[in-house]
């Protein structure tokens, strides 16, 4: 059984328990939990029978591969959600003793497609999760915070390192994306629920967990300061060092190396 492939769409819960703890949401999955990655028993349900928006997350019935989020057909739905990341591997030093697990994989990012339209009358997103998921398996830094965020963490353990691309303005890990992509293809797992107004659960979900790779609206958290100056460290040293370019057998090269 797999989760919202037909692309149904739950109404984002609005009533979610203040006041109670940052593990308020944990505690409910936690009492359920099997210790078999992405199986789980006895899930909440909502009035309907269904699963509700957060046990989609916390308690999925799968968590999905890189190979399987890239197949086609995409068991992503083309639809706004919010999506959650797991890993069997923890990058760097990332604090996990506070983060929601499930078997030997933790919870360490969750994100949202589309952004909330912006209050000034801005031209509202069309992006959708399925989208945005498989951008973040095959993309690059500058268009995934999530690759920008692992990529800086693993950057000596892969031997990777951010770089200024194109003309200069843009920031990627080069030919080091690949490099990432294939790590994210055995360690990163995700599942998502489809859902309207997916920023208003994301609010909450970061609100009560521990989700050390979130920096948005995630101040307070432990890993956060820690985070910005590791990316803040490495775009500083990505724009001291010369634009890659592309060489003939389409490796990158620094400008600087080019034969005149």
Not at 25 to 35: I, P
Not at 125 to 150: D, K, P
Request: hydrophobic letters at 35%.
């Amino acid at each position: 059984m797999t989760l919202d492939t037909q692309g149904a769409r739950s109404k984002c819960p609005r009533n979610l328990p203040l006041g109670r703890g940052k593990h308020w949401l944990v505690d409910r999955c936690n009492k359920h939990a099997t210790g078999r990655v992405g199986i789980g028993a006895l899930p909440q349900t909502d009035e309907d029978g269904g699963m509700e928006p957060v046990d989609q997350l916390l308690h999925p019935h799968a968590l999905w591969r890189r190979d399987e989020v890239l197949q086609r057909p995409c068991p992503v739905p083309a639809s706004s959600g919010v999506y959650a990341w797991y890993f069997d591997e923890i990058p760097f030093e990332i604090p996990t003793d506070g983060c929601h697990r499930l078997g030997s994989s933790f919870l360490l990012y969750v994100g949202i497609s589309p952004r909330e339209t912006p209050k000034n009358g801005g031209v509202t997103s069309r992006q959708t999760i399925r989208r945005r998921l498989r951008y973040h398996f095959r993309g690059n830094a500058e268009g995934s915070t999530l690759r920008l965020t692992l990529g800086c963490l693993l950057s000596e353990t892969l031997g990777i390192q951010l770089r200024r691309v194109g003309s200069g303005s843009r920031l990627t890990f080069g030919d080091g994306e690949y490099v990432l992509s294939e790590w994210m293809g055995r360690h990163a797992r995700v599942c998502w629920v489809a859902i309207e107004e997916p920023w208003l659960l994301e609010t909450r979900l970061i609100g009560r967990l521990d989700l050390p790779l979130n920096l948005d609206q995630n101040r307070n958290g432990r890993f956060h300061a820690r985070l910005s100056q590791l990316r803040s460290e490495a775009r500083e040293r990505a724009r001291s060092l010369p634009i890659l370019l592309r060489g003939r057998g389409g490796t990158a090269m620094a400008s600087g190396s080019i034969s005149q």
